[in-house]
């Protein structure tokens, strides 16, 4: 049975990602980033398709069976080696930290920037698609709306600490990625943790601000304001729970061991 890696081996691969992630072009940059934008939305679409489906029968077991059809879409990330924010935390910190140089922090800016930015552009515009009359079953539009309607009536501090968890989360699984070999194994852990974010459901700025913006183009009584608001606190948790909890945790332990 393999042996997993020590943290100064995931460590050393993690630099090695983080210098290919970092060393991107910015029309590769933009594209993987587009592409990740709208290929999450498969996941939310088809949480909501069976959401719709389940829940007027079985009731909350439809949050269960919804959050496993989401974890599809991490899967479709991962093995698509896409460019996701928060997802992209580890490496190119690690990267930064192993250089020891302050040149990096423009890299890094350019790098979570342009991902977030065109991550929602990328799964808005596909969003669009999906709200056409007649893509989505029947119930699916009414399933999306209540998620959004729950998402945007939240208490701010609630919501924060939600990104908090999804941040830490997904960054946690940049790192598990980093410590296995096998396709077999990268798919499974994106599933486990695709699952458990929509299990919770916890806040991913992405995931999250796509959902409201199904809401909006339901119909759902949310307008700009909520929307913005949804995406700059997600934001500010996930950096907290991804950079803060994560990364420079993970990173600590490196630096310790080597002491």
């Known amino acids: 049975m393999p042996i997993a890696p020590d943290p100064d081996e ?79 935390f580890f490496d190119p910190a690690a990267k930064a930290v192993d250089e020891d140089g302050s040149w990096l922090l423009g890299p ?13 552009i990328g799964g808005f515009l596909f969003a669009f698609v999906f709200a056409v009359d007649g893509v989505l079953p029947s119930g699916s539009a009414h399933a999306l709306s209540r998620t959004a309607e729950g998402i945007v009536h939240r208490p701010m501090r609630g919501m924060f600490a939600s990104a908090i968890i999804g941040g830490a989360l997904v960054s946690l699984l940049s790192y ?22 929509a299990l919770g459901p916890f806040d991913h700025v992405i995931v999250t601000a796509i959902h409201v913006f199904f809401g909006f183009l339901f119909d759902a009584g949310i307008g700009y304001w909520a929307l913005a608001e949804t995406v700059v606190i997600a934001t500010a948790g996930n950096f907290v729970g991804g950079i803060g909890l994560v990364t420079f945790t993970h990173i600590a332990q490196v630096k310790g061991s080597n002491e």
């Open 108 to 120: 890094l800016l350019r790098l979570w920037t342009v991902t977030l930015v065109v991550n929602l």
């Open 176 to 197: 598990l990625l980093e410590a296995v070999n096998s396709v077999r194994s990268r798919i499974t852990l994106a599933y486990i943790v695709g699952f458990l974010l």
């Open 10 to 88: 995931i460590f050393e691969r993690a630099v090695e990602e983080g210098e290919r992630r970092l060393d991107q072009s910015l029309l590769e940059l933009t594209a993987t980033s587009f592409i990740a934008g709208f290929t999450i939305v498969f996941g939310i679409a088809t949480l909501g398709v069976v959401d719709g489906l389940v829940e007027p029968r079985f009731g909350d077991v439809a949050h269960i069976a919804g959050a496993l059809t989401f974890a599809v879409g991490v899967v479709f990330l991962v093995v698509g080696r896409t460019e996701l924010f928060n997802e992209n």
